[in-house]
């Protein structure tokens, strides 16, 4: 007989949605048991994805500032980088201290943490695999599947420790001379710019005709512009068709609009072309759990499943596949189970990429405008009018607001340059109020800073402007 736990909540994984979930069930009075296959909680983000990533990202910027602060008459040595000392700094001063830090608060609740790989058993019951082999069953009232996704594992690849997803290249096994980076979204450019820094010639090709999908053209093509100068090449319309490894190196052949006419060697291959649903492993029909023909769970706007008591949050409801879409997720099926009659109703989920410049949106996109026929105006503050900009050696970002052409209410906007990510949220939050153009341009921001430029893209759009030549009517 295994051993067994009684519980009212179970909550399935313990990413940003998952422990979310477990903390707010727990803080409205329900025992909650949460199971992670991790040996710590925080899922794929704290332990393999967004948090250690960020944490290159940073270390990746200083190496290049560093190395074009010759433009402001300082001129170094080029930094020493030793990789092992990096690795242990990423997990010690970011992992282990966010780590550390919810596996307090989830003592402090008394959620019961249950290290394993969960399994449906019925609709009130699971089966979780310990590391040992020994199994244990959670009964439940309710469960939250928060199980994430995975990266996709490309077909023609062959089983080679050389060939990379994001989670082998935030190890930081060794430097590569030459690096391949199949994939020109966010993870890959994000990746990219973090080999690139440590020193690695990056080599990036990409099946569309741009970078980062889903992101305006125009904010993505200061990053274009600025990494086609430092990466080896960016192939864009162009694919991977074979890849032969060989003693000396992997050998990939390219086709499409800029691939090579012969086969090239490269030491390494970072695979970034998207991820799917963590769903498979779960059986699901055992709890009579619905899934799409990709594996995503359907739910509706509380989080539910098409079984009344269970629920699903994350990546593997669907697209975005973001920490921050998770955590709110988490937070109403939680509060559902509660008794609260909440709903997942966002205007806007922002996007970020973190590479250098940072892109952000939020909201309605120029492109997707354009394609549903949305009448709109657009104030764009382009940063070579910034004085902070200006003051920080970078002026190739700018600021895009989308309006309705009516009510003249912010329904998006993008934002490319230093800190875009944390810029983006006044706009996020200026949807989400349903503010006009005037809001926004009669609020006073402090200057010289990089917030006024979404200030003053709204007094571009209202005719107000002073720091650039109003158009004319």
């Not at 490309?154 to 430097?175: K, N, Y």
């Not at 975005?320 to 939680?334: C, D, F, Q, S, V």
């Amino acid at each position: 007989m295994s051993d067994q736990i009684n519980t009212e909540v179970a909550v399935i994984g313990s990413g940003p949605g998952g422990y979310t979930a477990a903390f707010r069930a727990a803080d409205l009075g329900k025992k909650v048991t949460l199971i992670e296959y991790f040996p710590i909680i925080g899922g794929v983000c704290l332990n393999v994805g967004c948090i250690p990533s960020k944490a290159l990202l940073h270390a990746a910027k200083m190496l290049t500032e560093s190395e074009e602060a010759a433009a402001m008459g300082i001129k170094m040595t080029r930094p020493q980088v030793d990789i092992k000392a990096l690795r242990e700094w990423v997990e010690k001063q970011t992992i282990k201290k966010l780590t550390g830090g919810l596996t307090m608060l989830a003592k402090q609740r008394k959620v019961e943490v249950v290290q394993g790989r969960a399994e449906f058993a019925s609709p009130n019951s699971l089966t979780v695999t310990k590391p040992d082999g020994s199994q244990i069953t959670i009964n439940f009232q309710d469960a939250i599947i928060a199980t994430g996704s995975s990266p996709v594992r490309l077909p023609f690849l062959p089983d080679d420790p050389r060939i990379m997803t994001s989670t082998g290249a935030l190890r930081l096994e060794d430097l590569p001379a030459e690096l391949l980076v199949i994939g020109g979204g966010i993870i890959g450019m994000e990746l990219g710019t973090v080999y690139d820094a440590l020193g690695s010639k990056v080599t990036v090709v990409e099946l569309l005709e741009g970078i980062i999908p889903g992101a305006d053209k125009d904010l993505t093509m200061p990053l274009l512009k600025r990494m086609q100068k430092r990466f080896k090449a960016i192939m864009l319309c162009t694919k991977v068709t074979k890849v032969e490894a060989k003693n000396d190196g992997l050998y990939v052949t390219f086709e499409g609009k800029d691939a090579p006419a012969t086969p090239v060697r490269f030491d390494r291959i970072l695979s970034c072309v998207g991820r799917v649903p963590n769903s498979k492993e779960l059986q699901l029909a055992k709890a009579g759990v619905n899934v799409d023909e990709r594996g995503f769970i359907p739910v509706d706007k509380q989080q539910r499943t098409n079984v009344a008591n269970i629920f699903a949050i994350g990546d593997v409801v669907g697209n975005p596949m973001l920490a921050h879409k998770a955590m709110p997720e988490g937070k109403i099926a939680a509060e559902v189970i509660a008794g609260k009659k909440h709903y997942f109703e966002p205007r806007c989920i922002p996007g970020v990429a973190y590479t250098d410049p940072e892109i952000a949106w939020a909201g309605v996109t120029e492109q997707e405008a354009k394609e549903k026929n949305i009448e709109y105006t657009k104030g764009v503050f382009p940063w070579v009018a910034s004085g902070r900009s200006l003051s920080l050696g970078r002026d190739e970002g700018f600021t895009k607001l989308i309006f309705d052409a009516k009510t003249h209410r912010i329904i998006g906007g993008g934002i490319v340059g230093t800190n875009a990510g944390d810029l983006i949220s006044e706009v996020a939050l200026a949807i989400e109020m349903g503010c006009d153009v005037e809001d926004v341009a009669l609020t006073i921001h402090p200057h010289p800073t990089l917030a006024e430029t979404v200030m003053l893209a709204c007094e571009v759009a209202d005719g107000t402007i002073t720091d650039l030549m109003p158009k004319k009517v």
